[in-house]
C-alpha cells in the first residue's frame, strides 16, 4: 500500500495522522511523548476511518501532582555491530538523538501541563549499487538526516466526570535519500504544526469523547542528484 491512501491508520490522541492521498504519515512523533500506544490488526469498529492495514493510536502523556521531568541523549555509530552496506561497503554512519521532558500542576487536581522536545541528527552514506558489467561504477552518496519533534499538552479535569485537553504539536525534518527510487536523490523537507482540542464526559457505564483537529502538512521535494 506504498502509494494508497488507505493505509495503515495512525492517530495521536483521537486525530489521524494519515495522509489520506499517498498513505503513510504527515507528522513524526517523539516517543518520548507517547504515554500509550494501542495497535489493532482486524476488526475494526466503524469510527477508525479509512484503513486497509490495521490502526495504531497513540495517547500523549500529561502532568500530574508535582514537578517531574528527564532528559536522555542516545548515540551510536557503525561501531555497534553495524553490517557493511551492499556492495560490500564500509560506510560511515552516525546518530543521535536527545531530548527530554517536563510535567507538573497548574492548579491542584484540576489543571497540569507537560512538554516535551526531541531532536534527532544522523549522518550517514546510502549505498548505490551497479549490476554486472557495470559494478565499477557502485559507490555512495551523502544521506543525512535532521528531525526536531515537539509538543505541549494542557489539561483541565473541573469534575471526576469531565476531562478536556489542548495539545499543540510541532515536526520539523529534512532528508537526502533515493526514497528506493534507484539513481534519483531528492532532497526532502517536511514541516507540520498540528492543534487538538479534546472533551470526554462520562455518564454513567458511557464515556462520550470529541475531538477537535487541525494539522497543516507542508512537503517540499528537490532534485539533489547534483550535489
Known sequence: HKFSGADTLYTLDGIALTDENKGGTTQNVALSSVDEILVNRAMLNVSAGPTSAGEVNMRTGSGSTGLHGEVFGLFRDKSIVFANAPGRQDLPFRRTD???KLGGTLIQDKAFFFLDVEHVIQDAHRAVVFPAPFQAQTGSFSSPFR??????KLDWSPSSTAHAFYRFAYNWNKSVDDFGNGYSIYENHNNAPSHTA???????PYVHSVR????????????ASGQ
Do not use: K
Not at 147 to 152: C, D, E, L, V, W
Not at 198 to 204: E, F, I, K, P, Y
Open 98 to 100: 536527545f531530548g527530554g
Open 147 to 152: 528531525n526536531t519533534s515537539a509538543s505541549g
Open 212 to 223: 477537535f483537529g487541525y494539522s497543516r502538512y507542508h512537503n517540499s521535494l528537490q532534485d
Open 198 to 204: 479534546g472533551l470526554d464526559l462520562t455518564r454513567g
